[in-house]
């Protein structure tokens, strides 16, 4: 199953997720430059427990890159796949957790979700000489807090069967859930150093995520949070939008409601609707025209129910206008 996209708004710019994109493909680069030195550089900057817990091995390396070591091996990767696939669950789920706790808290609650997670992993994998690196653990934090603050949002989900496409709206909820009981059958069932993949810690980002959730919103947003989030406000509502239309029993045509702001009620704008259409979803692409009024209707010919006689009513999208 591969996210496209969920369902749940932002009205922020998520410029600390997206720098954290960008470091980790920067770093990611870096790595590659190392050469024949990789192995080395992936040692020193990578998470291993037995630096640790075993004594000749602690001996190499000072307090400093002990310490630096559980920040440095969220950002390092093992392979373009690697880092790709973190990379989009970061991209899909890290806007809306930063636009609820506001861009500083959330730059603290990743870092603090890493950590955890590194701990969590060495706690199960004392005596370990293999590198833990990645930032699954930490973007486990930030899909811990995504389903307890979006726990009725619907993830747009990819599912290949075979050569054929099957997209299908999946609540986050279940995405999520699912998705930490694979972790944990994968560490009971497994070892985590012998596999290569670090389950524990994935579990352990997930747990803590929803653990500081909870503790970040006892704390109240600072002052220099505030004027941030002034300048990222977006002006754009999200382009992808899930609609599930209704109509009544007698009638053909389908009514559903698409928002958009105040900017795009403005200057117009094009979005792309996603519509559950029998076992599937059509996306669609819809135009507003400039000047529209909240309450106008928009008419996509053909994309309402099948009638007896073979014809299809229309779609109707109500245009909302939010910010």
Not at 35 to 54: E, N, Q, T
Not at 152 to 175: D, G
Not at 181 to 193: D, R
């Amino acid at each position: 199953m591969i996210p496209i996209r969920d369902t749940a708004p932002s009205s922020t710019y998520p410029v600390v997720n997206l720098s954290l994109i960008g470091l980790n493909v920067l770093t990611f680069l870096f790595q590659l430059s190392q050469g024949p030195d990789l192995d080395r550089f992936v040692y020193i900057y990578g998470l291993v427990p037995a630096r640790y817990s075993v004594p000749h091995v602690m001996q190499y390396f000072s307090t400093g890159q002990q310490v630096f070591s559980f920040i440095s091996f969220m950002f390092l990767h093992g392979g373009f796949l690697h880092l790709l696939g973190n990379m989009w669950f970061l991209y899909i789920f890290g806007d809306n957790v930063e636009d609820r706790l506001g861009h500083l808290r959330y730059l603290l609650f990743y870092l603090l979700c890493g950590i955890l997670s590194g701990v969590s992993h060495l706690m199960l994998n004392l005596n370990s000489n293999v590198p833990t690196i990645g930032a699954s653990g930490a973007i486990a934090g930030v899909m811990g807090a995504y389903i307890i603050l979006h726990p009725h949002a619907r993830i747009l989900t990819l599912i290949p069967i075979v050569f054929i496409p099957w997209f299908v709206e999946i609540p986050a909820f279940f995405f999520l859930g699912l998705w930490f009981l694979l972790q944990f059958l994968s560490a009971t069932g497994s070892h985590g150093a012998v596999s290569g993949i670090a389950w524990w810690a994935h579990i352990g980002g997930f747990v803590f995520g929803i653990l500081l959730l909870k503790l970040f919103g006892m704390v109240p947003r600072i002052g220099a949070d505030e004027k941030v989030r002034s300048v990222t406000s977006k002006r754009r509502t999200e382009h992808l939008q899930s609609i599930r239309p209704r109509g009544g029993a007698g009638d053909a045509d389908m009514y559903g409601t698409l928002v958009i702001s105040p900017y795009e009620a403005l200057t117009g704008t094009r979005k792309l609707v996603n519509v559950p259409w029998g076992f599937h979803n059509r996306l669609i692409r819809v135009l507003v025209p400039p000047g529209v009024k909240r309450g106008s209707k928009l008419r996509l010919q053909g994309l309402g129910k099948q009638t007896r006689e073979g014809s299809r009513g229309d779609l109707y999208l109500q245009v909302e206008i939010r910010g």
